[in-house]
């Protein structure tokens, strides 16, 4: 049971934080499906990695540009924006991927109030000014796709980071504001509320077996969630078939949060 | 290549509308589709607009019925060897006064909308569990979570000392489903099966067209974020994507496919 070929022929997705892992799996995957695609990453240590994601498209044929930023920084989204449109087209699908990376478990009384501003800067300022930024260009369109990366502590109120916690529930309030405001123009607003998705950055949470273990005891899926698990529900939500799915956040979690 | 073409699923309550849209999705996506329902006549109109290279089966069962239920699973097996595929999206409801609602109207809806689903579930588990892989999506409604406001509809109109006009049964069975969703999911993970359910908002089907007055219909979009009402296929294509290989993570959740109607 394959998805028709092609499905995203004629879109330009911006992916933001898409060097490794979820992002880059995801900017592989519209891309494969016919999407033009926009490989952002944070700074010059990405700066290899997210090359690779680019040409890897353009070997199978596809068009993809790397393209670099800091999402926080308004000047830096609008150049961003402009070098994708410039380069590839005005983007109709955006992915809000990027996001501080906070890995390990601060307890919320140890977080500095300029940690606290930089992580909500990054990952709600940050998406705000994207949507505003590709905005004009699905508004024309008619048609639009803005997805974000939601977090499964928002439900579960994990312990530590909550900085990190506040700023992902932030962005689900916010998306169901933008998916009203944006619906008549005909553009979806999403949230994915993303589970334990593996990842090399986990190794700050400690021993890696252990955190497996812990890990498959919580959720009814025993095995690890992959990037690829979560590029799937995205070229869902990307394409025609999810014309009318919007404000919505849809866990993809391994079954997780609901025991 | 895994063994996808292969694949067989049930549809219940595939005669019409969104069940007829989700039957056809996956028969034209190559699954092999059996569909059940009571009446023989709507499921016939269903086969004939299955693809010719992979028609749809159809069988008659009366899914509240434990006899029928074996039946219709037991002749999917015969004809196909395997069940990868449940979609429980068989539903009714009952419209009544609230005073004057009958215990009997209340276990008819609940034995097709809750009780079904969970039976069907059990029938179709041990074929599942033999390959190690399956698929259940229940057919839940924005009902599920929401309570009725009976401004927006003409049909709920006062009854003076009866209370008004509701439909109790069925806003409790789509709650049902979103729980059962989760602790069946819960119970077969171990089996490599996931369960979700697909929530419709609004829909227009050949069925319900023309039903409400325009005032309403109006009304209703207004409410809609996207500004309109949904299609069957656009919920077919929400089950399509749970019943993929591509959606082997997602287990317990909800889809809600209602243009935003909920976040109104």
């Not at chain 1, 092609?6 to 934080?17: F, H, I, M, N, S």
């Not at chain 1, 087209?89 to 501080?100: E, Q, R």
């Not at chain 1, 998705?197 to 949470?205: L, M, Q, S």
């Not at chain 2, 588990?125 to 924005?142: A, C, D, F, K, T």
Request: charged share 20%.
């Amino acid at each position: 049971m394959t998805h028709p070929p092609g499905r995203l022929e004629g879109e330009v997705a911006l992916v933001t934080g898409a060097a490794r892992n979820i992002g880059a799996a995801t900017a592989i995957r519209l891309a494969a499906e016919g999407a033009a695609v926009a490989v952002h990453y944070h700074s010059e240590a990405s700066r290899a990695d997210a090359e690779a994601v680019a040409s890897g498209i353009r070997a199978e044929r596809g068009r993809a540009i790397a393209i670099a930023g800091d999402v926080a920084r308004e000047d830096d989204v609008a150049a961003i924006v402009a070098a994708v449109t410039e380069a590839l087209g005005g983007p109709t699908i955006l992915v809000n991927n990027a996001a501080a990376s906070v890995a390990g478990a601060a307890p919320w009384h140890i977080l500095k109030p300029k940690e606290w501003d930089a992580v909500l800067r990054a990952n709600v300022t940050g998406t705000f000014l994207f949507a505003r930024a590709v905005y004009p260009f699905m508004q024309r369109r008619g048609r639009g796709r803005i997805i974000t990366m939601g977090s499964v502590r928002s439900p579960l109120g994990r312990p530590g980071n909550a900085h990190y916690t506040a700023s992902k529930s932030a962005l689900e309030g916010m998306g169901r504001v933008l998916a009203r405001e944006m619906g008549p123009d005909g553009i979806t607003v999403n949230t994915i509320i993303v589970g334990a998705i593996r990842t090399a950055a986990e190794a700050a949470y400690g021993d890696p077996a252990e955190v497996d273990r812990q890990l498959l005891e919580l959720q009814s899926i025993k095995r690890r969630g992959e990037p690829r698990d979560i590029a799937g529900i995205v070229a869902f939500l990307a394409s025609r078939d999810a014309d009318f799915i919007t404000g919505q956040s849809i866990t993809v979690d391994g079954g997780w949060s609901m025991t | 290549m895994d063994d996808r073409q292969e694949r067989v699923a049930i549809v219940t309550g595939a005669g019409t509308g969104i069940g007829q849209a989700i039957a056809l999705k996956l028969a034209e996506a190559g699954v092999r589709t059996f569909i059940v329902g009571r009446r023989p006549a709507p499921l016939e109109e269903t086969v004939a607009r299955s693809p010719k290279a992979n028609p749809i089966v159809a069988l008659s069962a009366d899914i509240t019925n434990p006899a029928d239920r074996g039946r219709a699973v037991q002749a999917a097996l015969e004809k196909f060897g395997r069940i990868d595929i449940l979609i429980n999206n068989a539903g009714v409801s009952s419209i009544a006064p609230l005073l004057s609602s009958t215990e009997e109207e209340w276990r008819r809806v609940m034995a097709t909308n809750v009780d079904a689903a969970f039976f069907m579930s059990q029938a179709v588990l041990p074929s599942m569990r033999e390959r190690q892989w399956g698929r259940i999506v229940n057919i839940g409604s924005v009902y599920g979570v929401l309570a009725l406001n009976p401004a927006l509809y003409d049909a709920f109109t006062d009854e003076g000392a009866l209370g008004p006009k509701r439909q109790p049964a069925y806003h409790t069975s789509k709650g049902a489903i979103l729980n059962l969703t989760r602790d069946l999911a819960a119970a077969v993970a171990r089996w490599k099966i996931t369960v979700n359910t697909v929530s419709p908002g609004m829909v227009i089907t050949e069925q319900s067209d023309g039903i409400l007055s325009p005032e309403v219909e109006r009304k209703l979009c207004d409410m809609t974020p996207l500004g309109r009402f949904g299609k069957p296929e656009e919920i077919a294509y929400a089950v399509r994507f749970l019943a993929s290989d591509e959606a082997a993570f997602i287990t317990g959740a909800e889809i809600r496919v209602d243009g935003g109607w909920t976040i109104w």
